[in-house]
């Protein structure tokens, strides 16, 4: 299987800040890869796919970017619904696979 | 507005069986894969098994082949998971969740509530 790293683990941020999450893969997975955001309670949540498309609904201060195995994950100005756990996930083989998550919280 | 509602969760011994259910509304249901993904507590998420739309074809994680089993009814927009010989590292919610294509498994677009699954003795 194909192993995503996040990192960091948790950040801390205030509102407004520029925040970006990073996220590499163990093995080349090309644009194949997704982002979701998870609030306490509740299913994750599209957010970006194909590695910088932004899902229909989803606020445009959420970007994605990346190739091959390195891929980030920004928001360009933290608002307070954001504060909560972000996943990448992989989907080039028949098996999709996930980070282990990066939770944003408040400084 | 897509829906997806679970159903069938609860609490069973080792080794027992569980079949659950996820009823669709909202789409066209034949015409998407749909997949089970799982979050055991304080995890995170875990692609469990995917149904294509065009011939059925079946995807699994290798931590559930050969133990769970899934199917679809794209007659009552259902789908379904047979779990058996269930161990307690599946104690896990359970989500059914909507994928982009129709060929394999992809990126999840809707996602049901979640259904929780314990297995303890």
């Known amino acids: 299987d194909i192993q995503m790293t996040q990192s960091p683990s948790t950040l801390s941020a205030s509102m407004g800040d520029r925040v970006t999450i990073t996220c590499r893969a163990s093995q080349n997975v090309v644009d194949w890869v997704a982002w979701y955001q998870q609030r306490p309670g509740k299913a994750p949540k599209l957010l970006i796919y194909?590695?910088?498309s932004l899902q229909s609904g989803v606020p445009s201060r959420f970007s994605g970017s990346g190739s091959g195995t390195d891929f980030t994950l920004t928001i360009s100005s933290l608002q307070p619904d954001d504060f909560a756990i972000y996943y990448c996930?992989?989907?080039?083989?028949?098996?999709?696979?996930f980070g282990q998550g990066t939770k944003v919280e408040i400084k | 507005e897509v829906q997806l509602l679970e159903s069938g969760g609860g609490l069973v011994k080792p080794g027992g069986s569980l079949r659950l259910s996820c009823a669709a509304s909202?789409?066209?249901?034949?015409?998407?894969?749909i997949n089970w993904v799982r979050q055991a507590p304080g995890k995170g998420p875990e692609w469990v098994s995917g149904i294509s739309s065009s011939d059925a074809s079946t995807y699994y994680a290798d931590s559930v082949k050969g133990r769970f089993t899934i199917s679809r009814d794209d007659s009552k927009n259902t789908l379904f998971l047979q779990m058996d010989s269930l161990r307690v590292e599946d104690t896990a919610v359970y989500y059914c969740?909507?994928?982009?294509?129709?060929?394999?498994?992809?990126?999840?677009?809707?996602w049901g509530q979640g259904v929780l699954v314990t297995v303890s003795s």
């Open positions: 969740a909507k994928d982009d294509g129709w060929f394999k498994p992809s990126h999840f677009d809707h």
């Open positions: 996930q992989q989907y080039i083989t028949f098996s999709p696979t």
């Open positions: 909202g789409f066209t249901f034949k015409n998407f894969v």
């Open positions: 194909k590695a910088s």
